[in-house]
T-cell receptor, first 110, second 115 residues
Framework: TQLLEQSPQFLSIQEGENLTVYCNSSSVFSSLQWYRQEPGEGPVLLVTVVTGGEVKKLKRLTFQFGDARKDSSLHITAAQPGDTGLYLCAGARNTDKLIFGTGTRLQVFP | GAVVSQHPSRVICKSGTSVKIECRSLDFQATTMFWYRQFPKQSLMLMAT?????????EQGVEKDKFLINHASLTLSTLTVTSAHPEDSSFYIC???????????FGPGTRLTVT
């Protein structure tokens, strides 16, 4: 059972466009992480959010944790080809195990 | 900081042989390490959780006798795929916790191909 559903699964956009990736669950998480993974490499941690309603910004990336801590979103402003990759959300539920989302594959064309 | 390495990065082996993959935390002590498997174009699937000095905890459906995990020190965990078969071909990734138990740092992965 996949507890974390991401949407969209695939996203293909032009450089300069904005986009939002969603990570949804019916379960509550104590924290949620976002990772970016490039082909043939391990995921790289982008951000951790722990408080309901929390918003964190990382340059052109804005992350939000839902008030009920069941969902999260990642918004990218003015996407660049270097943003291309697989974006994964992952939640923790008071244990050290992470439950990974289904993934969103982003392709940004120049 | 928080760098995790894996070795080898790629390995090709013949069906029936065993392969060992190493995962090291280079600049921190990892009390817990995790092993994941990733199929092409899919997300990560947790295989097992490994704590230093104790037996690994395997996820449901993962054969512990096939995927042997050893976590002998605070900086090293190994995954041995025994009697490998072509269906074991996959991308294997390890991760490790530092002090914050909710954040994991990932290795670069090992591509296993069984012929």
């Amino acid at each position: 059972t996949q507890l974390l559903e991401q949407s969209p699964q695939f996203l293909s956009i032009q450089e300069g466009e904005n986009l939002t990736v969603y990570c949804n669950s019916s379960s509550v998480f104590s924290s949620l992480q976002w990772y970016r993974q490039e082909p043939g490499e391990g995921p790289v941690l982008l951000v951790t959010v722990v408080t309901g309603g929390e918003v964190k910004k990382l340059k052109r990336l804005t992350f939000q944790f839902g008030d009920a801590r069941k969902d999260s979103s990642l918004h990218i402003t003015a996407a660049q080809p270097g943003d291309t990759g697989l974006y994964l959300c992952a939640g923790a539920r008071n244990t050290d195990k992470l439950i990974f989302g289904t993934g969103t594959r982003l392709q940004v064309f120049p | 900081g928080a760098v995790v390495s894996q070795h080898p990065s790629r390995v090709i082996c013949k069906s029936g042989t065993s392969v060992k993959i190493e995962c090291r935390s280079l600049d921190f002590q990892a009390t817990t390490m995790f092993w994941y498997r990733q199929f092409p174009k899919q997300s990560l699937m947790l295989m097992a959780t490994s704590n230093e000095g104790s037996k690994a905890t395997y996820e449901q459906g993962v054969e512990k006798d096939k995927f042997l995990i050893n976590h002998a020190s605070l900086t090293l965990s190994t995954l041995t795929v025994t009697s490998a078969h072509p269906e074991d071909s996959s991308f294997y990734i390890c991760s490790a916790n530092e002090r914050n138990i909710y954040e994991q740092y990932f290795g670069p992965g090992t591509r296993l191909t069984v012929t």
